[in-house]
């Protein structure tokens, strides 16, 4: 599999230090004992170094080859630019569904997206569409076609509520994360939400059936209250143990070792607040959070920028991958958004990708991504026309 920015090859540092070796030889005269010498410390060192290379920097410790290229993508590639996102991208737009091959960015700059987000919810209820009426059968294909065109899939999963049977949005309770921990009421029917769910990431796999690696963003916006994981309705220790829990469950028991572990809040004021409920670096791969534009543009770009200082300052010191897991503006009524608000802010910084949200089919005042004759089409083309945004053909 080729991504869009190709691994580099490796380069011959040993050989090129003994070929020195030997020209210093050439040049002045030293021992054979000193010169052998030399020789054991660039050897021993080259094994060290490749040793530590075949070590897995992912939280997932028998991670999939496959998964550990993709992962070694993603870290090295930082400096080279920022990925662009769009959630559910080959699946609708503003006025169609379904078609093959198509996509509104595609329709508005003659390229793909390089990251496509996917929604899981539902799944765990046996529906053969999600809750944003993809057919899961149809979302496999998609996310094997991204594979084969060099794109990256990313997965969120907005379950239902287990102990009322609503969305996850119906977040009342106070009570749902404790009943579905070990020893919780409904930790038994979780367990068999995950074994859906492992079963679902199983079957992605390749022309050679190799499994597919991707992101999984469970449980975000925690920091928020509008989902039954969220802040109010569960405590930091009790959302660490949930995700320690789907982590150990998925990778472990279930061996779905295809999965790059990504923390996602909803945006914050500090860092304090970021790591409340943060899970430990032996859990995770990449530090997001979700930011919109709800108030104005100056609020959303201080936002942007105090959260993005947050996760690209402790993915330096923790050596994790930051990242914009999902942002936009609804509708998209400012003309100049992206770039006059959006990539102004966020290019500044070292991050993967950013992902606008979906351009819902059913509603047509849900969208973040420019469809043709939009106003903000132009703009869009504008901003996406610097070498520094990545884009797939």
Excluded at 39 to 61: G, N, V, Y
Aim: hydrophobic fraction near 35%; include cysteine; proline fraction near 5%.
């Amino acid at each position: 599999m080729t991504y869009i920015l190709p691994l580099p090859s490796p380069k011959g540092d040993n050989e090129y230090m003994i070929s020195e070796i030997i020209n210093l030889n050439r040049t002045k005269k030293y021992t054979m004992k000193q010169l052998l010498f030399a020789a054991l410390l660039i050897l021993a060192t080259s094994c060290t170094s490749k040793k530590e290379e075949t070590q897995s920097p992912l939280a997932d410790k028998n991670a999939t080859k496959e998964t550990k290229e993709l992962h070694q993508l993603l870290r090295q590639r930082l400096t080279e630019g920022i990925m662009l996102g769009h959630q559910d991208a080959l699946a609708y737009g503003i006025g169609w569904y379904g078609v093959s091959g198509k996509s509104d960015i595609k329709e508005v700059s003659g390229r793909y997206p390089a990251v496509f987000g996917w929604e899981l919810g539902a799944l765990e209820r046996n529906s053969p569409y999600n809750l944003d009426s993809v057919y899961f059968s149809d979302m496999k294909k998609y996310a094997i076609q991204v594979h084969e065109m060099g794109g990256i899939n990313t997965f969120s999963w907005h379950a239902d509520n287990i102990v009322t049977g609503g969305d996850a949005w119906d977040c009342k309770q106070d009570s749902v994360v404790r009943t579905i921990l070990p020893g919780g009421s409904n930790h038994a029917q979780f367990l068999t939400w995950l074994d859906i769910a492992a079963d679902f990431f199983s079957d992605l796999k390749d022309k050679e059936g190799k499994p597919i690696p991707v992101l999984f963003r469970p449980f975000h916006e925690h920091t928020g209250s509008w989902f039954w994981w969220g802040a109010e309705q569960c405590t930091p220790e009790e959302y660490i143990q949930l995700w320690k829990m789907t982590f150990d469950y998925l990778t472990e028991t279930k061996q779905i070792n295809n999965l790059i572990w990504t923390y996602s809040p909803a945006s914050v004021t500090s860092e304090e607040k970021y790591v409340e409920r943060y899970p430990g670096n032996e859990y995770v791969d990449m530090l997001g959070f979700d930011s919109y534009l709800y108030s104005t543009p100056e609020a959303y770009m201080a936002e942007l920028d105090t959260n993005l200082i947050i996760v690209t300052d402790l993915a330096k010191r923790w050596d994790k991958i930051p990242t914009l897991s999902e942002t936009g503006f609804e509708t998209i009524p400012v003309e100049n958004f992206f770039t006059g608000i959006l990539w102004p802010t966020i290019s500044k910084y070292e991050i993967s990708y950013f992902l606008l949200w979906r351009n819902a089919i059913n509603r047509p005042d849900h969208f973040y991504a420019p469809y043709p004759g939009h106003s903000s089409a132009d703009d869009f083309n504008k901003m996406v026309a610097d070498k520094r945004l990545i884009m797939i053909n």
